[in-house]
C-alpha cells in the first residue's frame, strides 16, 4: 500500500490506559449504545470531521469516499452524519440516477469523472461505479461482455485515480437479511420513509442470493491494495455510523488548524441610513 493509502490512526482517537492500565473509552461491542452516549460522540466525531475538511482545503487534497451496500444498509444515513456540519462546497455528495440514453453509450466511468474533486474537495458517492457489479450484474441490465470488461477494467481505473493524488476510500456496509426485511417493513408504514422503498428494492429483496454472490465476485477482483474495501457492520445504524465516521478520520492524517479565538470588529455607524418601511416588503405567513 502506497504512503498516502496507508492507514494511520490519529493518535486523539486511540483508546487510553488509565493508571492501573485498564483501557478506556472501549466501547463493549454487544452494549447497546445510549442516546446520550451517542449523540455526544456523534458530535465530537463532527468536530474532528470539520478539522480534517480544513486540513484538505490547506493540503490541496482529493478526497474520494464511496458509499456501497445492500438496500436500507444505511449508507444515506452516515452520508448524512458526515456532511451535516461541512462546507458543502468543500465536501459534496454525487448520487447519480438512471443513466440517460447517451450515457449508456459511453465509456463506461465516463459519467462519474465529471464528478470526482479538485484541489481540496471531498467528494462522497452513494453508489457509484459499482453499480454495474451489482444492480446492473443481478438484474440484467448490462451484458456478460460488459461485466466481465469492468471485472478488468475497474482495478486499473482506481490504480489510475490513486496515481494521479487522489485518496480514494470505499465502504462496504454489510446488513443481515433479517435487518434488512425489519427495515423494509418499516419504511412501509412511515409516510416520510416510504419513497425509500422502490420496486427495486423489492426486487433485490427476493434476489438476496444473487447479490451475495455479485458482491463476493466482485470483492475478488476489486478489492486491491491501492483502494482496499473496508467492510461495515450496519446491523445497528448508530454503531456502523460512529465506527465508519472514527475510521474515516483514521486513514487520512490530518493536524488541527482551528483558528485561534478572534474579536468581531465594531459595525459601521448606522448615520444616514434609513430603512426601507417594513410594510413595503412581503414577508410569509406566520402560522407558527
Known amino acids: 500500500m502506497s504512503k498516502k493509502h496507508k492507514t494511520r490512526v490519529n493518535k ?51 478526497v474520494v469516499v464511496l458509499f456501497e451496500g445492500r438496500d436500507a444498509a444505511g449508507k444515506g444515513g452516515i452520508i448524512k452524519r458526515i456532511i451535516q456540519r461541512l462546507n458543502p ?29 479538485a484541489a481540496g474537495e471531498i467528494v462522497l458517492f452513494d453508489r457509484s461505479w459499482y453499480n454495474r457489479a451489482g444492480v446492473e450484474r443481478v438484474m440484467g441490465f448490462c451484458s456478460e461482455e460488459e461485466y466481465r470488461e469492468f471485472l ?49 428494492d423489492l426486487e433485490s429483496r427476493r434476489k438476496w442470493v444473487e447479490y451475495s454472490k455479485a458482491k463476493d465476485e ?29 475510521h474515516l478520520l483514521s486513514v487520512i492524517a490530518y493536524k488541527d488548524l482551528t483558528p485561534k479565538p478572534i474579536d468581531l470588529p465594531p459595525r459601521e455607524d448606522r448615520a444616514g441610513y434609513i430603512r426601507p418601511p417594513i410594510e413595503d416588503q412581503t414577508f410569509i405567513p406566520e402560522v407558527y
Open 218 to 246: 466482485m470483492f475478488a477482483h476489486t478489492d486491491i491494495k491501492q483502494a482496499p474495501w473496508y467492510v461495515v457492520d450496519a446491523d445497528n445504524k448508530k454503531r456502523a455510523r460512529l465506527n465508519c465516521i472514527n
Open 12 to 62: 486523539s482517537h486511540m483508546n487510553r490506559k488509565n493508571k492501573e492500565g485498564i483501557v478506556e473509552n472501549k466501547i463493549d461491542a454487544k452494549a447497546k449504545l445510549t442516546k446520550k452516549f451517542y449523540q455526544k460522540e456523534l458530535a465530537r466525531l463532527q468536530v474532528e470531521l470539520v478539522k480534517l475538511q480544513e486540513w484538505v482545503k490547506h493540503k490541496g487534497l482529493k
Open 152 to 200: 478488468r477494467s475497474c482495478p486499473e481505473f482506481e490504480r489510475m485515480l490513486v496515481r494521479s493524488g487522489i485518496i480514494l476510500i470505499k465502504y462496504w456496509f454489510s446488513v443481515s437479511d433479517e435487518e434488512q426485511e425489519r427495515r423494509f417493513q418499516a419504511r412501509l408504514t412511515d409516510p416520510v420513509r416510504r419513497w425509500k422503498l422502490s420496486p427495486m
Open 89 to 117: 462546497r468543500v465536501c459534496r455528495v454525487v448520487a447519480l440516477g438512471v443513466p440517460t440514453e447517451k450515457e449508456k453509450t459511453q465509456w463506461y466511468f465516463q459519467r462519474y469523472v465529471p464528478h470526482l474533486p
